[in-house]
């Protein structure tokens, strides 16, 4: 049964929600709404979606696999590719197995919002004036809650590069593979175990070092990613060794992940082969290629887009320490 901080909870996220719709709505972004139920999941290595076999019980359809979306990407770049004039927002649940701890639930609630013609400095200006609107507008949280955090304008803008080599004194650019990162990371006091690999070795150092230190004094947008990590960003025109990707942390917590959209629909199909590689690696299941989405990257427009995850935003302006404080149904009760 919802305790009582829940359910004031449940009254932040109804201020929440209205805040954010007010200031999309108001920025001439068009709500829309996707289906939670796909053929295909997305194909990030580390993430594993809940599979929801379709069993026909009339002349329509064949048996075969279906899955609840791990987010709305897909489907939102495919509008942006069959003529959505304009930008998009949507609120929507997401889904992601195995995923429970303090700061995540294997359900659980996603803004995304696309703005064609623009870069990631746009949708880094647009999340922040969406967020300071939603501080501003919050309902009353527990003791110790400071929702003018989210307030606290500009954001600071990092370059990875920058962050490493702020927090532990390696420099990217000096360690180009994983044995030299590796090196250096281990003469900083990183932990790397057995790890080789650049994007490995990496991790191990912004866990263990960088990350718990972001976004103290005010959210911190970290931006250009090494190359390698792109996921569906483009790379950096004038320094292709990065990528246009961003992530928002407050207090030591993602919360936000974005892009500059990659629209070359030959690399974004060369990097989904790379991942399905690395899936069946790690002995994940390989999920099909969704040539629905292939061949509409082609055609988006330039455009850039980023996903926020509410729960944790709650939890920020609610002052709660863990993420079961801000659903009424929170899945430790029966996982």
């Not at 919002?113 to 400095?121: A, E, G, M, N």
């Not at 004036?129 to 307030?151: V, Y």
């Not at 950096?236 to 992530?247: F, L, N, T």
């Amino acid at each position: 049964m919802p305790n009582s901080v829940q359910w004031r909870a449940a009254f932040g996220r109804q201020v929440l929600y209205a805040a954010l719709r007010r200031f999309f709505v108001g920025q001439g972004y068009l709500e829309v709404e996707t289906p939670l139920l796909i053929p295909t999941p997305g194909m990030e290595p580390h993430i594993t979606a809940f599979e929801a076999p379709f069993v026909p019980e009339t002349e329509v359809g064949q048996a075969r696999p279906l899955y609840l979306h791990t987010s709305p990407e897909y489907a939102m770049k495919r509008m942006l590719a069959d003529g959505a004039h304009g930008p998009l927002f949507q609120i929507c649940k997401v889904f992601r197995n195995g995923e429970v701890s303090v700061t995540h639930n294997p359900e659980f609630t996603m803004l995304e919002f696309y703005r064609p013609h623009v870069d990631y400095h746009a949708i880094m200006a647009d999340l922040e004036q969406a967020l300071a609107e939603a501080g501003r507008s919050a309902a009353p949280g527990e003791p110790g809650a400071d929702p003018s955090f989210f307030t606290r304008l500009p954001y600071e803008r990092l370059t990875v590069r920058d962050a490493v080599l702020r927090a532990t004194g390696v420099d990217l650019r000096a360690c180009p593979d994983g044995p030299s990162l590796k090196r250096a990371a281990e003469a900083a006091g990183v932990r790397t175990g057995d790890a080789t690999d650049f994007d490995d070795v990496f991790f191990h150092l912004f866990l263990q070092k960088v990350e718990r230190g972001l976004g103290h004094e005010r959210p911190t947008f970290l931006m250009e990613y090494p190359a390698s990590m792109a996921s569906l960003s483009r790379l950096k025109p004038g320094d292709p060794s990065v990528a246009e990707r961003v992530e928002l942390y407050a207090k030591g917590l993602e919360l936000a992940n974005g892009f500059s959209e990659l629209t070359d629909a030959a690399e974004q199909r060369a990097r989904f082969v790379e991942e399905q590689a690395l899936r069946k690696a790690l002995g994940r299941t390989v999920y099909p290629l969704d040539e629905r989405f292939l061949e509409a990257v082609g055609r988006m427009p330039p455009a850039a887009g980023i996903a926020v995850g509410l729960d944790r935003i709650l939890m920020l302006l609610m002052g709660a320490s863990s993420i079961t404080e801000v659903l009424l149904f929170p899945a430790h009760e029966f996982v």
